[in-house]
Nanobody
């Protein structure tokens, strides 16, 4: 079994920054992909960014140049550095881990961008 715990969400003003963390525990294998998704009120969950076990990254156009995904394999932790935040970034942010074809989700952390 795999458990994912996100942290780092909160309230921030437009233009501000936040850093989200997601710590994985349990049966974690070396080769897995980790990523971030978000879901705003009344909208479907959308993909934000992904990072492979080898460190290859990809991100959605809406966050390119503002958000950076990274990981620490020794700590089984993935991060999302969010800069230049906008009100439209307000959402619950979820961490996902994929290994051997199975998907695991965290419980989510709220990010609110408002003045």
């Amino acid at each position: 079994q795999v458990q994912l715990v996100e942290s780092g969400g909160g309230l921030v003003q437009p233009g501000g920054s936040l850093r989200l963390s997601c710590a994985a525990s349990g049966s974690i294998f070396r080769y897995n992909d980790m990523g971030w998704y978000r879901q705003a009120p009344g909208k479907e969950r959308e993909w934000v960014a992904t990072i492979s076990a080898g460190g290859r990254t990809n991100s959605a156009d809406a966050v390119k140049g503002r958000f950076t995904i990274s990981r620490d394999n020794a700590k089984n932790t993935v991060y999302l550095q969010m800069n230049s935040l906008k009100p439209e970034d307000t959402a619950v942010y979820y961490c996902k881990l994929i290994q051997y074809g199975l998907q695991y989700w965290g419980q989510g952390t709220q990010v609110t961008v408002s003045s």
